[in-house]
């Protein structure tokens, strides 16, 4: 499985969204999920249903305990995480899962995509 995490500041659309997702794909595989935390669901799952992929909800205490490469002050302070993106993708990718990608950032800075695979699916190729 690879899920596509999201974060994203007050004021980010869902051309934001798009645009994170797509510079976040560039070179790999496709992605199966959506993840964002349970409750921003409400921007991301539109893009779930027109992309025909599963959108995973991700508690507060699954953020907080996926560690993250990337270091936000504003995602530390917001969510007691170093990315939201990078830690909705592993927490939703399930135990074992590994990033492939940290975060992009949209071109107007209000939202991130980061890329992961679940353990299930071997090593990328």
Do not use: Y
Not at 8 to 27: D, E, F, K, V
Not at 33 to 52: I, Q
Not at 60 to 80: C, D, E, M
Request: hydrophobic share 45%; aromatic share 2%; with cysteine.
């Amino acid at each position: 499985m690879i899920v596509a995490g999201f974060g994203w500041r007050t004021g980010a659309n869902l051309g934001a969204i798009r645009s994170a997702l797509a510079s976040a794909q560039q070179g790999q595989p496709p992605v199966t999920a959506l993840a964002a935390p349970h409750d921003k669901l409400a921007l991301v799952s539109p893009l779930a249903e027109a992309l025909g992929v599963a959108m995973i909800a991700v508690s507060p205490s699954a953020l907080q305990s996926s560690p993250t490469p990337t270091q936000s002050p504003a995602s530390l302070k917001a969510r007691a995480t170093g990315s939201v993106a990078e830690a909705a993708a592993l927490a939703a990718a399930g135990p074992g899962a590994w990033l492939l990608t940290t975060r992009h950032i949209s071109p107007d800075r209000t939202a991130t995509c980061a890329l992961a695979r679940s353990c299930t699916e071997g090593p990328a190729q």
